[in-house]
């Protein structure tokens, strides 16, 4: 096959950890060529979405006359065409900002030009990340959306443990822990609200965090048999890798599977191909469409091969 892979600047990728790397790694070692994209590539021109890419080759030990560590070779870039492409992979990381949302609408039109998109661009659109567990109520936490800080305050009252995020953040960016006693919680809502002009998500706070906010990968609507815990560092309430956390892979809990087994199907009939489902304790706190991760760590943990699964997947999708 023929892959586009729209994502983030091959320079600041994490060779060892990324999952796009693996997924990249996987194809090529089907003999599938790869060519990767930047968002801005991305463009409508001369009546069609095209895309300025790069065939990449993926080397070993680094190429002849290549910088040490240097783990790909990159022909000269040229604009093709997405529905050219067998298939056209969403990877590119958030913010979901303005432009998150024109590359959505473009690959929208490429769909229609006879492209394949995963994960497809209007379910990426119609699914903000925090906001899509307010679709499957019976497996979260009691939670509450709203821009009114009078509203968070009698939320923090009756539940005395509040999580309180934003819903376009990342990487567990922006994420207050607030209690009915603590002397900033006034500021933290203001803050976090902008003073009512922001909407907010609050969580009451699960302590089985301490046990690790488990990423569950759904790919082609069935879970791989492994979580990724991340378990926060000392003092701290959220296991994002990206501020601190350790991962610890784990199979999954009857809880994860019943959850899983909910959401997999569904999910997936609506055009996601992959989806990260984060779970703590018995509770669905988000559901990651636009670029989950953990395959590496999964895999090098437990030796299941998460992208061989994924690529199974795209093949058949792709018929």
């Known amino acids: 096959m023929k892959i586009g892979i729209i994502l983030d600047p091959l320079p600041s990728l994490k060779v060892k950890k990324d999952s796009t790397v693996a997924m990249m790694a996987e194809a090529a070692g089907r003999g599938h060529e790869i060519h990767v994209m930047m968002q801005e590539g991305l463009m409508w021109k001369g009546g069609r979405v095209v895309g300025e890419n790069l065939r990449l080759e993926l080397t070993v030990g680094g190429a002849p006359g290549a910088e040490k ?13 997405l529905a050219d492409f067998d298939a056209v992979l969403m990877r590119k990381d958030p913010p979901f900002d303005g432009e998150y949302v024109t590359s959505t609408w473009l690959l929208e039109q490429a ?49 005395a443990d509040v999580i309180v995020k934003p819903l376009d953040g990342m990487g567990g960016e922006s994420i207050f822990r607030v209690t009915d006693a603590d002397a900033n919680r006034y ?32 790919i082609g609507g069935k879970p791989v048999p492994y979580c990724l815990a991340r378990i926060p560092r000392p003092g701290e309430t959220r296991g994002n890798l990206a501020a601190g956390g350790t991962g610890v892979a784990r199979p999954l809990s009857p809880r994860d599977m019943e959850i899983a087994g909910a959401l997999g199907p569904e999910l997936a009939s609506r055009g996601l191909l992959l989806v990260g489902l984060d779970v703590i304790g018995d509770y ?20 299941f091969n998460v992208a061989a699964m994924f690529m199974d997947a795209l093949e058949a999708a792709c018929g």
């Open 187 to 218: 500021v933290i809502v203001e803050t976090m609200t902008r003073h009512g002009a922001r909407t907010v998500m609050a969580q009451r706070f699960i302590p089985e965090i301490r046990d690790g906010d488990k990423r569950i990968l759904l």
């Open 69 to 81: 560590d240097h783990w790909y070779r990159a022909a000269p870039p040229v604009e093709t065409p």
């Open 111 to 159: 769909q229609r030009e006879g492209a394949r998109v995963f994960n497809d661009p209007r379910a990426i659109r119609d699914h903000n990340e925090k906001l899509a567990i307010t679709q499957f109520p019976a497996y979260t936490a009691p939670s509450l959306v709203t821009r009114l800080p009078e509203q968070i305050h009698d939320f923090i009252d009756a539940n």
């Open 284 to 303: 669905l706190t988000e559901v990651n469409v636009t670029s989950p991760t953990c395959f590496r760590e999964i895999a090098d943990q437990t030796g």
